[in-house]
């Protein structure tokens, strides 16, 4: 997959899913604007690789669930770069378990704005600034499809809403700019590290025909391949990357 000439931006860039996302672009050879929350050490030092690789990226701090801090991190893509030719958001987070009944409605709202509306804000920013050809990666999830585990009901209407908007936004955009998504199952991060037992991640494993987790380099081999022209034809899309633990 060649990417040389492409300028792409990768919200939640400093570590895990986004942050293989960036290094896998910039191995391409596209430009790279990397936002990150609070994962600084990771962001920063993917740019350092990168720069002393010969490849160009800029990383910058802020809240894609606000409107103001989204917005300058595009202009700052648009400013460094010329043209944003890649939008893969991939901000987002299950928060706390929590069932319905132990839900407030401003835990729904945030894990909404978390997962849902920062890939809307991200890529409203960006549209103005995408040429013909450019491309658009979602991350929504497993729980999508199958709802989520235990107390994930929030963040899987979340992980909903991102797939639903991904087939609008298809429509919507075409045949100028492609928009997929991909859903996750068992990757190996920080989010399982926090809010899945081990024991449930080895039963959950070892009940894939392919007997692992999966990694960030999975997830981001085929958002990149999404990315690229040789994608060409897909588009509204909502691609399983789950080890065959559901079938689509």
Same mark, same amino acid.
């Given at each position: 997959m060649q990417l040389k000439g492409k300028v792409a931006i990768v919200s939640g860039g400093g570590r895990d899913i986004g942050r293989a996302c960036v290094m896998r672009l910039a191995e391409a050879g596209a430009k790279v604007g990397i936002n990150y929350h609070s994962s600084s050490e990771g962001a920063e030092s993917a740019v350092e690789e990168i720069r002393a690789a010969g490849g160009a990226a800029f990383?910058?701090?802020?809240?894609?669930?606000? #409107?103001?801090? +989204?917005?300058?991190? +595009?202009?700052?893509? +648009?400013? #460094?770069?010329?043209?944003?030719?890649?939008?893969?958001? +991939?901000?987002g987070g299950l928060v706390s378990r929590k069932t319905v009944g132990e839900m407030t409605l401003d835990f729904w709202r945030r894990v909404m704005d978390l997962n849902a509306t920062s890939a809307f804000l991200l890529v409203k920013a960006a549209l103005p600034h995408i040429p013909e050809g450019g491309a658009i990666v979602n991350m929504a999830s497993q729980a999508a499809r199958d709802g989520g585990g235990p107390g994930a009901v929030a963040y899987a209407a979340s992980k909903g809403a991102v797939a639903t908007m991904t087939r609008g936004l298809a429509k919507e955009l075409g045949p100028r700019i492609r928009v997929n998504a991909i859903n996750p199952g068992m990757i190996d991060t920080d989010f399982h590290n926090t809010f899945t037992k081990p024991e449930v991640r080895k039963r959950v494993a070892e009940s894939t025909p392919l007997k692992r987790e999966g990694t960030s380099e999975d997830v981001a081999n085929l958002a990149v391949y999404l990315a690229s022209d040789e994608a060409g034809f897909i588009t509204g899309a909502c691609i399983d990357i789950n080890g065959g633990m559901l079938f689509s």
């Amino acid at each position: 997959m060649q990417l040389k000439g492409k300028v792409a931006i990768v919200s939640g860039g400093g570590r895990d899913i986004g942050r293989a996302c960036v290094m896998r672009l910039a191995e391409a050879g596209a430009k790279v604007g990397i936002n990150y929350h609070s994962s600084s050490e990771g962001a920063e030092s993917a740019v350092e690789e990168i720069r002393a690789a010969g490849g160009a990226a800029f990383a910058m701090q802020g809240d894609m669930t606000n #409107e103001a801090d +989204v917005q300058a991190f +595009v202009d700052r893509a +648009v400013s #460094e770069f010329g043209k944003i030719d890649i939008v893969i958001p +991939v901000t987002g987070g299950l928060v706390s378990r929590k069932t319905v009944g132990e839900m407030t409605l401003d835990f729904w709202r945030r894990v909404m704005d978390l997962n849902a509306t920062s890939a809307f804000l991200l890529v409203k920013a960006a549209l103005p600034h995408i040429p013909e050809g450019g491309a658009i990666v979602n991350m929504a999830s497993q729980a999508a499809r199958d709802g989520g585990g235990p107390g994930a009901v929030a963040y899987a209407a979340s992980k909903g809403a991102v797939a639903t908007m991904t087939r609008g936004l298809a429509k919507e955009l075409g045949p100028r700019i492609r928009v997929n998504a991909i859903n996750p199952g068992m990757i190996d991060t920080d989010f399982h590290n926090t809010f899945t037992k081990p024991e449930v991640r080895k039963r959950v494993a070892e009940s894939t025909p392919l007997k692992r987790e999966g990694t960030s380099e999975d997830v981001a081999n085929l958002a990149v391949y999404l990315a690229s022209d040789e994608a060409g034809f897909i588009t509204g899309a909502c691609i399983d990357i789950n080890g065959g633990m559901l079938f689509s």
